[in-house]
């Protein structure tokens, strides 16, 4: 019964490794919703990128299984994710964006793979810094009409997503030690493979 219930948890996440590599393109603000739905536009756009859906379910994960306060981690990644869409929709553009959400990949799935215990400062430190250039890499794509509707719409999403993996990571910590190992080295993988350009 249990093995059946991981199954049935594990599904939907194995589901995210299978999509194409078109998917891990940014498709941009528009994503065939005009600008007067500006909160939508921001709700759904963490879903045009798989590398920031990723990210931001594996911190929920990550958290749940090796860090004390669970919230700590979630709650600075979504301030300092919002940080960086202000500064995205203010003009900000780095040419070590996708690096970075590459690298950020590569390091939250070893976290994960190895539920590493790191100091909450560093933690936070890491984890912040690498939000902001998500944050970054969705202000620079989101409509700049409507800016506080569209963040509000945005924020929403990261919220849930963290939410969701707060709520597998639990699931996990009572039912399985090895399905986040491999959720982890699989994240990493791709992190690595798109750093390197191989994916």
Known sequence: MKRRSSISVAA?????FMVPTLAWAHVG??????????????????FTGMDHLLAMLVVGL????????IWAVPLVFACMLLLGAVFGLAGL??????PMLAASLLVLGLLLATRAHLPTGLALGLIGGFAIFHGIAHGTEL?????????????LTTV???????LAGHYFLARSVWLPRVIGAGIATLGA???TGLV
């Open 160 to 166: 849930g997503l963290h939410i969701s993996g707060l």
């Open 143 to 155: 409509p700049s009409a409507q800016a506080f509707a569209t963040l509000s719409g945005m924020m």
């Open 93 to 98: 553009a780095l040419p070590t964006v996708e």
């Open 62 to 69: 990550w958290s749940a299984l090796a860090t004390r306060r």
């Open 12 to 16: 939907p996440i194995t589901l995210l």
């Open 29 to 46: 603000a528009d994503v065939g919703i005009s600008h007067g739905t500006a909160f939508i536009a921001g709700f759904l756009h963490p």
């Open 193 to 195: 493979g798109l750093l």
